[in-house]
């Protein structure tokens, strides 16, 4: 089976799904020669499961990236173009993401505010040139991760037509958030289609992970080895699609 892509860059991929990902990227049979493992503190005690994993991997390089700071995601964005040379990245995975458990009475403006920056912003304008790049790489047609792709995590508590779980999980700024992502994703796999980048939204299921905590169903590496299958089976059709790890459609 041919490479996923030759380059791949995970937001948060610290713990959880992120780490996860970067895991079985580097572990997988044709693993990306490039994989961009970035994360708010690659040198500090909370990049040390990343820092393990790079020492057994030359593929994986840590990056520091908080994507809520604009200077973090240009600094990334340098040393991620600087070492792929002219050649652009192929794919990029917006998974860092935080919670909130506020109901309609808890639920105050800065926290909305806050979820919403890191749930829907991310670092994307600025990767763009990058994915551009990749996307003309010469006897490239057709959209697929392996030419040019945003995969961006999202939450089927984030689909409207569903409102699933109300009552247990009132969570109003996440699945604002995660509402609010879908829409942009929509928004790019429509503008960004001309331009040769596929554009995705990812449920990855109710996953075992600090966020999803130990009541959760599925374990990580579940989840991730359905996410990375149906990210290899995606295409043009499926461009603008709101799928589950499982790659059944979600409805928005
Ligand atoms: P975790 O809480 O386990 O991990 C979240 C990751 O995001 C951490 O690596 C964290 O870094 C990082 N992060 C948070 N804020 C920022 C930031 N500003 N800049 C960079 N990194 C940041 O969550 P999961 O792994 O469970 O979730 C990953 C994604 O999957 C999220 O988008 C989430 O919404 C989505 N999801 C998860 C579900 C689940 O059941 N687990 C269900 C549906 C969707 P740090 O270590 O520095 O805090």
Redesign the pocket.
Known sequence: MAALARSVLV????????LELVRQLAASPQPPQHIFAT???PKGP?GKALQELAAQHASIKLVQ????NLPSIQGAMQAVGSHLKDQGLNLLIN?????SHATLHSLDSQEMLDVFA??VVGPLQEFLPLLEQAAKGVGKEGLSCSRAAVIN???KLGSIGLCLGLPEAPMYPYRAS?AAQNMVTRCLAVELQDKGILCVAI?????K????TEK?PLTVEHSVRGILTVLASLSQDASGAFLDWDGNSVPW
Do not use: E, F, Q, Y
Request: net charge positive; glycine share 16%.
């Open positions: 937001t948060g991929s610290s713990r959880g799904i992120g994360c708010r503190d909370r990236l908080d994507t809520v998974n860092a993401g935080i919670s890191t749930n995590v999202s939450s995660k449920h990855p299921g109710w996953v992970t600090d966020m999803g959760a």
